[in-house]
C-alpha cells in the first residue's frame, strides 16, 4: 500500500489550494478514504472523510464550508480543495486509509507541509 500526497505549500491568507493523494497497492474503489493534520506539538486531527463511492462526506467543523473532499475511484485519487484558508490551517496533511487485513491496519501518506501566510 502507497499513499502519496501532492499539492502544499505556502498560500496567502483567503487563498486556497488542492491537495492531491495517490493510492496503490489496494483496491482503492472499496474503501473510505481520509485527510487528517498535524501542527507541531499537537495531536493528528481528523479533517474529512469520503465513502468509498464518493457518495458520502463529513467533515471537522473547523473546516466546514470552506473544504472540500473528492474522489476519482478512476485514478486513484483522493482530493482535498481548500478554500479561505486561515492561519490555522496551516499544518502538515496526511492521507490516510484503514485497509482490512486479517485485522485494520492504517495507512499514512508522507504527508505535505500546507503554510498560510501573509
Known amino acids: 500500500v502507497q499513499l502519496v500526497e501532492s499539492g502544499g505549500g505556502l498560500v496567502q491568507p483567503g487563498g486556497s489550494l488542492r491537495l492531491s493523494c495517490a493510492a496503490s497497492?489496494?483496491?482503492?474503489?472499496?474503501?473510505?478514504m481520509r485527510w487528517y493534520r498535524q501542527v507541531p506539538g499537537k495531536e493528528r486531527e481528523l479533517v474529512a472523510t469520503?465513502?468509498?463511492?464518493?457518495?458520502?462526506?463529513n467533515y471537522a467543523d473547523s473546516v466546514k464550508g470552506r473544504f472540500t473532499i473528492s474522489r476519482d475511484n478512476a485514478k486513484n485519487t483522493v482530493y482535498l480543495q481548500m478554500n479561505s484558508l486561515s492561519f490555522e490551517d496551516t499544518a502538515v496533511y496526511y492521507c490516510?486509509?484503514?485497509?482490512?487485513?486479517?485485522?485494520?491496519?492504517?495507512?499514512w501518506g508522507q504527508g505535505t507541509q500546507v503554510t498560510v501566510s501573509p
Open positions: 490516510h486509509a484503514a485497509i482490512y487485513s486479517n485485522g485494520v491496519v492504517n495507512y
Open positions: 497497492g489496494f483496491t482503492f474503489s472499496s474503501y473510505a
Open positions: 469520503i465513502s468509498s463511492t464518493g457518495g458520502s462526506t
